[in-house]
């Protein structure tokens, strides 16, 4: 999410596995390359409006099967549709009321957010998401929190280190900061959590910071260039995946030229990033520096450059069109918080998550637990009218569970 108040592949692809790093080097190159020759040219958006439907892009399935295509499959056999569908949903346990939790699991989400502060021991804490584990009626659960240092770090009990902000992170020596990276790592898994919604890889450009509310108002930004940003976005995320947390770079297209916070503002708009600016090449740096597999969250501002008319949760262009196909993007994209936000706060919730989804996103993110069940009838009953919305959900229930699998969460 933008601030420290809450938090905050391809859907209709078959998974693609991660390419040696080398290669994922030259492929940012070319991304990079590619994006910048149309910077200045606007991506022409959808035919979409109101949560109307997409179909995901599709490739064909790949003749043999992964032990986690056999995975995925064994468990969407024993799942109904409303089960598959949940699936989709992270829903925020307050760390203040964490006895709400088991009913919040019983719903059969996705997951769960670890919204607020806490000084809860880890030893403590790793009992209590056990619980919830077992609770689980279906697949393991994804347990995540925001820790990425400074003002926004979710655990700070003991076992978790008290961490600097990540302007300060940005600065050190690239050991120094693998090594606070897997000291992360290790702290969160040793609690039981699986997800981090972090690190940020949004570009404040040098000059600027001072306008800019929900990233360097909190020195969240790595640094002022995007290759930088990158660079320490990647050391962050391998640090975590390399103890099992699965890392999330934040917030594309980029929220670091905005003045305002999509969590407390409503129409926050930037009106000068396009496809190819350092915003968004930062994004595809990163992914093709890192050796894990990571989410990608969506911002919930408008980016006209890119889509005139959708914020950029519910943007077919920015969600598949750019994030997807021309940074080739086929893993779990997870929305900014769509329950509690003022940016989407005119938006009835089952409407948010269906556009989101149809958008091309795949795990919907609400710190409002309460919103969920509306939010899954809503899917539902559009994928029971809807064909093509019924295959783009299709799709990103293989593309969560396969994340799952791949993670150990299928058993």
């Given at each position: ?8 592949s ?27 020759g ?17 179909t995901?892009?599709t ?22 549709r ?6 989709l949903?992270?829903a ?39 619980a ?17 240092g ?18 300060e ?7 120094e ?59 962050m ?16 297209p ?18 000068v ?15 093709a520096?890192t ?20 914020q ?22 997870v ?7 003022e940016a ?33 009838d ?11 919305f ?6 990103a ?15």
């Amino acid at each position: 999410m933008p601030t420290h108040r809450t938090t905050t592949s391809r859907a209709g692809s078959a998974p693609i596995r991660r390419p040696d790093r080398a290669r994922s080097l030259l492929l940012a190159a070319v991304v990079v390359a590619a994006l910048t020759g149309y910077a200045s040219t606007p991506v022409r958006p959808a035919s979409f409006s109101g949560g109307g439907p997409a179909t995901a892009t599709t490739t064909p399935p790949s003749p043999e099967q992964t032990s986690a295509d056999v995975s995925v499959d064994a468990v969407l056999a024993g799942l109904d549709r409303r089960a598959q569908v949940s699936q989709l949903f992270v829903a925020g346990v307050p760390l203040d009321g964490l006895g709400a939790g088991t009913a919040v699991v019983g719903e059969g989400v996705g997951g769960v957010f670890l919204q607020g502060r806490t000084t809860l021991a880890a030893p403590e804490l790793a009992a209590t998401t056990a619980a919830w584990q077992e609770a689980a009626p279906g697949p393991d659960l994804w347990i995540a929190a925001d820790q990425e240092g400074g003002a926004v770090q979710t655990l700070k009990g003991s076992g978790f280190d008290v961490l600097p902000p990540a302007v300060e992170q940005g600065v050190l020596a690239v050991g120094e900061l693998g090594a606070l990276a897997d000291r992360l790592g290790a702290a969160m898994s040793g609690a039981g959590l699986n997800l981090n919604l972090a690190p940020v890889a949004d570009v404040v450009p040098p000059g600027t910071e001072a306008g800019n509310a929900p990233i360097s108002a909190f020195g969240r930004q790595y640094a002022g260039a995007g290759p930088a940003v990158a660079a320490a976005a990647a050391t962050m995320a391998d640090g975590l995946a390399s103890h099992g947390v699965v890392p999330t770079f934040k917030h594309f297209p980029g929220l670091g030229r905005v003045s305002e916070n999509t969590d407390i503002t409503s129409d926050v708009v930037d009106p000068v990033t396009a496809a190819g600016d350092e915003q968004v090449t930062a994004f595809a740096d990163a992914l093709a520096r890192t050796a894990a597999d990571p989410f990608v969250m969506t911002s919930s501002a408008t980016y006209p450059r890119i889509d005139p008319e959708e914020q950029a949760a519910f943007s077919r262009a920015v969600v598949t069109d750019l994030l997807r196909d021309r940074l080739d993007f086929d893993g779990v994209v997870v929305s900014d918080d769509l329950g509690a936000a003022e940016a989407v706060a005119d938006i009835p919730p089952g409407e948010r998550a269906v556009r989101f989804l149809a958008a091309g996103g795949t795990l919907v993110l609400t710190v409002d637990a309460g919103l969920v069940p509306e939010m899954v009838d809503a899917a539902v009953a559009r994928a029971e009218t809807d064909p093509a919305f019924a295959a783009t959900v299709d799709a990103a229930v293989r593309t969560a569970l396969t994340a799952k699998a791949e993670a150990g969460l299928l058993g």
